[in-house]
């Protein structure tokens, strides 16, 4: 079983960054795809962004698309999300998520339910 760990998350003000990461506690024979969901209080699990297993294509929600950066770490199975520009609306607890390789076609990316892997999630608040 692949167990995902966050870090990164925080409090910052209005217009501020921070950078997220994650890792893979568990060597994986393959490279994964991965990324981020986010839930807001109050609201269900939202896709920010995700990455495939080579790190040539990337996925973003309209709402942070070109405030957010989704990219793959050195180390195997590990990706990070920059931040930027950030604001209130950004506040939420935000989950990595895996897949094995080769798994998503066309909407799926966006879907939840379509990642095996979730980890505990990392808060992130940002003050008005």
């Known amino acids: 079983q692949v167990q995902l760990v966050e870090s990164g998350g925080g409090l910052v003000q209005h217009g501020g960054s921070l950078r997220l990461s994650c890792a893979a506690s568990k060597p994986t024979s393959s490279d994964l795809t991965m990324g981020w969901f986010r839930q807001a209080p109050g609201k269900g699990r939202e896709f920010v962004a995700a990455i495939n297993w080579t790190g040539e294509s990337q996925y973003y929600a309209d709402s942070i698309k070109g405030r957010f950066t989704i990219s793959r770490g050195n180390a195997k199975n590990t990706v990070h999300l920059q931040m930027n520009s950030l604001k209130p609306e950004d506040t939420a607890v935000y989950y990595c998520?895996?897949?094995?390789?080769?798994?998503?076609?066309?909407?799926?990316?966006?879907?939840?339910?379509?990642?095996?892997?979730w980890g505990q999630g990392t808060r992130v608040t940002v003050s008005s």
């Open positions: 998520v895996a897949d094995p390789p080769g798994s998503m076609y066309g909407a799926d990316w966006y879907i939840p339910t379509e990642y095996d892997y």
